[in-house]
């Protein structure tokens, strides 16, 4: 069997326990003393120094110093048994002992936690009630506990004042009377076995129970008492409130187990905890993940704000996790593949979050998004404003590791990598993802690298009134000019921008460089055209859509009517609610919205009335089969008059031939973009073209 670790066992806080009144003794597997309170050495005549490392069979008689056989120290849980033990001195005392085992990570036993209570006064109480029956009921009276007598059918016969003054009943109502007179049926019964039980044995029983009456926990002993003939007659049943014993049990538990900051599992405990879910995930074949989160710079807040700031920090990101994962157990689909956590501390800065239920490995990413999020948010500590982020590393179960130890190793990686990439980001272990996905997080880095370093620029492409065919508008088009590669379109790394969460800082990116472009323009003396930003869904999730506008417009000193923010449907109908009051205070700030890629999504005409439209962009996907298909020049006709019946503009994208702009024209088309008058091109360019005042 595995041995307790000493480490492990100073962990918990001794002034908690020092203090307490009743001795706590905690031995390892090989009954050799790691811990001894202040009280418990007293009571036995030694100084804690003295004891520790000493055999716990020390507190026996020579004679039963025999050690516990570890089969059966497997079975025993809240052991509750009197015993003699000796003193420093050779003295011998009555106990009453409560022990329970220590289980480590793999629910090996690691050693046992004793209570330990002196009860010669209560056993020379009992000595001197077998002696005389004046004696009996004076001494009863004076004793703590409450002590009755009983007959076979649990009738009262007799009780001390203690009794009587504890329940608020006088005694003369209880003699005759039955147990169940004046308890549930429930406890009743229970009683009843165990009266039945004396009888039937003649033997002590012992049983543990909750007061009905109150939040009080009791030790009840039943004794026989036999008459001449050694039959039973009766039964004595005295109950101690043994309250203090069950929370200070209760409360070494909890210093074991959990940790003292935070109140979150520590450590020990959630190695059980992973354990068990490793276990279940392998009977079910379900996926787990782990995210290790580390705090960015945690070193600096300590050192500058003291540590007191510090663990009320920690105390604050301890309880936004936990709101968070509480509110998050439905990552992405409300109604199935519920994905549920467990988080817990495991020391200094760090935190773990064990999710169990995931349908996708990009869940985790999804939730390790929201954690960073959550946890960037400013706090307010003392009167400081504190800044924090964090950095989480990803491990999944089973291709990351099937046990504990490579899990938590691998997601330890992970984060070390996610700190190493620039801090406040995530990271999966990468030998858990195929080609494809390892080049989805190399991707993840070089996103992060190409914001940095200005590795991204903006491509405009003209928006053209169809009647007039003169330039009215431009639509940004960000473009990645990777260092090691050729110019990336958007579609070569938006998708992974959107699973990372880095769209929001692209997107941010592209609207503030867009704003102070138009803006440029106009001071150029040119004449003031819409500019045409694309947003991601990501920016309705994380509420901070409408400041990030506000501060780009204001930084820009752009008139809120030049800037229109495009979307696509599909995007919306994701959270329609949240998606369209943001829309509307977009709206109200007098910026256009428009529509984008109308007709490929399944948006319907209840939640189309409902958002805040100027504009609806036709998909270029039907533009581009006007001249070949009958079906798709019938929806872009169907589309023109719907969206005019809702007083929406309508633009073409895609337009490449005479032909195509004709059919737009006949068809009452607002406006259009594509190659058939310009392709995205670099700002310079565009610029020359809007001084040229060039025309289709």
């Known amino acids: 069997m595995k041995q307790y670790d000493p480490v492990e066992a100073q962990s918990i806080p001794k002034k908690a326990l020092d203090v307490m009144q009743i001795g706590v003794t905690i031995s390892d597997v090989n009954d050799k003393i790691l811990y001894v309170n202040a009280a418990d050495a007293e009571m036995h005549g030694y100084t804690v120094e003295e004891l520790l490392g000493k055999d716990i069979r020390i507190f026996a008689r020579p004679g039963e110093r025999r050690p516990l056989d570890p089969d059966k120290l497997k079975s025993l849980k809240n052991w509750r048994r009197e015993s003699i033990n000796v003193r420093k001195d050779g003295s011998s005392f009555p106990v009453q002992l409560m022990s329970d085992v220590l289980t480590g990570a793999g629910q090996e036993i690691i050693g046992m936690i004793t209570t330990c209570e002196d009860i010669t006064h209560r056993k020379k109480i009992e000595a001197e009630l077998r002696e005389s029956e004046q004696k009996y009921r004076s001494l009863v009276d004076s004793t703590d506990d409450s002590i009755y007598l009983v007959d076979s059918a649990c009738r009262y016969l007799f009780m001390n004042k203690k009794h009587s003054l504890r329940t608020g ?42 007061s009905e009456r109150d939040d009080q926990y009791f030790l009840q002993t039943l004794s026989p008492i036999r008459d001449q003939n050694g039959g039973i007659k009766a039964v004595t049943v005295i109950s101690k409130n043994i309250t ?48 290790f989160l580390d705090l960015d710079d945690f070193k600096r807040i300590n050192d500058t704000l003291g540590h007191d700031i ?55 990413g999804l939730v390790a998004r ?40 691998h997601a330890d990686l992970a984060m070390y ?32 690298i190409a914001l940095q370093s200005d590795q991204f620029s903006i491509h405009y ?42 769209i929001v800082s692209i997107d941010e990116w592209v609207l503030r460089r867009a704003c102070l472009q138009n803006k440029a323009w106009q001071k150029s003396g040119l004449e003031p055209i819409v500019v045409a930003v694309n947003l991601s869904t990501a920016h309705f999730e994380n509420q901070k859509l409408i400041e990030m506008v506000k501060q ?31 829309l509307n205070k977009l709206k109200s700030m007098g910026i256009r919205i428009a529509l984008d890629d109308f007709g490929t999504g399944h948006s319907s005409l209840s939640y189309l009335r409902q958002i805040p439209l100027d504009y609806v962009k036709i998909d270029r996907s039907f533009v581009g089969n006007i001249e070949t298909s009958p079906y798709d020049a019938t929806i872009i006709k169907s589309i023109i008059a719907l969206a005019h019946s809702l007083n929406f503009k309508v633009i073409a994208e895609g337009v490449e031939t005479e032909q195509q702009l004709t059919f737009l024209r006949k068809h009452d088309c607002d406006e259009m973009q594509g ?22």
């Open 169 to 210: 009943i006088p005694q003369s109502e209880y003699l005759g009377r039955s147990y169940a007179y004046f308890h549930s049926p429930e406890a009743a019964s229970v009683f009843k076995r165990n009266i039945d039980v004396v009888f039937q044995e003649g033997q002590s029983i012992q049983r543990e129970y909750k």
């Open 370 to 409: 929201r954690l960073l999020d959550v946890i960037s948010e400013p706090y307010i500590l003392k009167g400081h404003s504190v800044i924090t982020t964090s950095s989480i590393g990803i491990a999944l179960y089973p291709f990351d590791g099937e046990d504990a130890k490579n899990l938590l190793k």
């Open 244 to 291: 203090e014993h069950r929370r200070t049990e209760e409360r070494v538990r909890f210093l074991a187990y959990f940790d003292s900051l935070t109140g979150l599992p520590n450590r020990l405990f959630f190695r059980e905890l992973l354990d068990k879910a490793i276990s279940l995930a392998k009977q079910h074949e379900r996926l787990l993940a782990l995210l």
């Open 310 to 364: 510090g663990d009320e920090l920690l105390q604050a990101i301890a309880a936004r996790l936990l709101k968070s994962t509480r509110a998050s157990d439905c990552i992405t689909r409300p109604d199935e593949n519920m994905t549920h956590g467990t988080l817990s501390r495991l020391g200094g800065d760090e935190f773990i979050l064990l999710l169990t239920e995931i349908a996708d490995v990009q869940d985790a």
């Open 675 to 696: 190659y058939l008058f310009s392709k995205p091109m670099p700002a310079g360019e565009f610029s020359q073209l809007l001084k040229e005042g060039y025309t289709l």
């Open 552 to 582: 780009a417009l204001h930084d820009a000193e752009l008139d809120p009517r030049y800037l229109q923010l495009e979307i696509t449907e599909s995007k919306i109908m994701k959270n329609p609610v949240t998606a369209i009051a943001s």
């Open 461 to 502: 492409q003209a928006s053209l009134d169809v009647r007039s065919r003169k330039i009215i508008g431009s639509e940004a088009l960000i473009r990645w000019q990777h260092p090691e590669k050729a110019l990336i379109s958007p579609s070569g790394f938006i998708p992974t921008a959107e699973d990372t969460g880095q």
């Open 417 to 448: 990598h996610a700190k190493e990439m620039g801090k406040n980001n995530f990271r999966y272990y990468t030998e858990s993802m195929k080609t494809s996905a390892f080049a989805r997080l190399k991707m993840e880095g070089e996103l992060n």
